[in-house]
């Protein structure tokens, strides 16, 4: 059965870190592009981040550009975003995305909000 857990989410204030990790099982996580995805309250799903599974190249939304990094361990099956200098329109749900091909796994999302 696949699996992807997103956890490390909560409340924090404006100019706060949190992580993110997003643990995996029942694929093989290595052949796997791995991103990050969150929705906002009444808005549509915007994408925020990917790390390939190629060369481990990463990339960004414009908007989370020098703030959030995504990175992986293969060796763990897990995927994380260290998010620094959050800002209040980083508040969301924020989901993980694994992708080959046709296959496209999600998680269940862990909330953020960032908050004074």
């Known amino acids: 059965e696949v699996q992807l857990v997103e956890s490390g989410g909560g409340v924090v204030q404006p100019g706060g870190t949190l992580r993110l990790s997003c643990t995996t099982s029942?694929?093989?996580?290595?052949?796997?592009?791995m991103a990050w995805v969150r929705q906002a309250p009444g808005k549509g799903p915007e994408w925020v981040s990917t790390i390939k599974e190629s060369d481990g190249s990463t990339h960004y939304q414009n908007s989370v550009k020098g703030r959030f990094t995504v990175s992986r361990d293969n060796d763990k099956n897990t995927m994380y975003l260290e998010m620094n200098n959050l800002k209040p329109e980083d508040t969301a749900v924020y989901y993980c995305?694994?992708?080959?091909?046709?296959?496209?796994?999600w998680g269940p999302g862990t909330q953020v909000t960032v908050s004074s």
């Open positions: 029942g694929f093989t996580f290595r052949i796997y592009d």
């Open positions: 995305n694994a992708v080959r091909g046709p296959a496209s796994y």
